[in-house]
């Protein structure tokens, strides 16, 4: 069974310009949240797609933003990027949502992005 | 507000040795917590996680101790191989559908 792939992997981009990051998740696996990974922060939950459907979103500005397709695979979106959004951007899948899962999630490699 | 911390930033062991990593938490309406591995270039792996009317769990060479009176959560690894050596994070979940991450403990293994 492939796991969790993310493209790209690797991405340098300028400030003020936006990215799309994909996500395809684990086949039969219908949650996928994303994270952002960085050395201050740790690792913070973005949000939550579940059936096309956002679940849950966590504090982050509205230059983050994200959508589901029919077949799983969900893509993120940052616009008007800052400096300050250079971070490895982790995608996890899961069978069920978040709310009724254990916690245990399947983690792609990542996307790193890199705002010079 | 929330939040999940870990004591110790970095833990050195010496190989076959058994190795704990603790983690506090602060929110005790939780219902379960979780441990994850992170290898240098890869993402985050799923390790165990425990129910909160739990206060152990074994998995193969791991245990899972949930104390929370205290708030607490530990990790026990079982003769630490070199392999062992990542990343940990602990992460609490709820019904809200957040996971909320440690910042996470380096495992060194000294051969």
Same mark, same amino acid.
């Given at each position: 069974?492939?796991?969790?792939?993310?493209?790209?992997?690797?991405?340098?981009?300028?400030?003020?310009?936006?990215?799309?990051?994909?996500?395809?998740?684990?086949?039969? @696996?219908?949650?996928?949240?994303? =994270?952002?990974?960085?050395?201050?922060?740790?690792?913070?939950?973005?949000?939550? =797609?579940?059936?096309?459907?956002?679940?849950?979103?966590?504090?982050?500005?509205?230059?983050?933003?994200?959508?589901?397709?029919?077949?799983?695979?969900?893509?993120?979106?940052?616009?008007?990027?800052?400096?300050?959004?250079?971070?490895? =951007?982790?995608?996890?899948?899961?069978?069920?949502?978040?709310?009724?899962?254990?916690?245990?999630?399947?983690?792609?490699?990542?996307?790193?992005?890199?705002?010079? | 507000?929330?939040?999940?911390?870990? @004591?110790?930033?970095?833990?050195?062991?010496?190989?076959?040795?058994?190795?704990?990593?603790?983690?506090? =938490?602060?929110?005790?309406?939780?219902?379960?917590?979780?441990?994850?591995?992170?290898?240098?270039?890869?993402?985050?792996?799923?390790?165990?996680?425990?129910?909160?009317?739990?206060?152990?769990?074994?998995?193969?060479?791991?245990?899972?101790?949930?104390?929370?009176?205290?708030? @607490?959560?530990?990790?026990?690894?079982?003769?630490?191989?070199?392999?062992?050596?990542?990343?940990?994070?602990?992460?609490?979940?709820?019904?809200?559908?957040?996971?909320?991450?440690?910042?996470?403990?380096?495992?060194?293994?000294?051969?």
């Amino acid at each position: 069974k492939a796991g969790v792939t993310q493209t790209p992997r690797y991405l340098i981009k300028t400030r003020g310009q936006q990215v799309t990051l994909s996500c395809s998740p684990i086949s039969g @696996h219908r949650s996928v949240s994303w =994270y952002q990974q960085t050395p201050g922060q740790g690792l913070q939950f973005l949000f939550e =797609y579940f059936s096309e459907t956002q679940r849950n979103k966590g504090n982050f500005p509205g230059r983050f933003s994200g959508r589901q397709f029919s077949n799983s695979r969900s893509e993120m979106n940052v616009s008007t990027l800052e400096l300050g959004d250079s971070a490895l =951007y982790l995608c996890a899948s899961s069978p069920q949502p978040l709310r009724e899962g254990t916690g245990e999630l399947f983690f792609g490699e990542g996307s790193r992005l890199t705002v010079l | 507000g929330e939040s999940v911390g870990l @004591h110790l930033p970095t833990l050195s062991v010496q190989e076959g040795d058994n190795s704990i990593i603790n983690c506090a =938490y602060s929110n005790s309406a939780s219902d379960y917590f979780i441990w994850y591995k992170q290898e240098s270039g890869k993402g985050p792996q799923f390790i165990i996680d425990i129910r909160s009317n739990m206060d152990k769990r074994q998995g193969q060479r791991v245990t899972v101790l949930l104390n929370k009176t205290v708030k @607490h959560l530990s990790l026990q690894i079982a003769a630490t191989q070199p392999g062992d050596s990542a990343v940990y994070f602990c992460a609490e979940g709820s019904n809200t559908g957040k996971l909320i991450f440690g910042q996470g403990t380096t495992l060194q293994v000294k051969p």
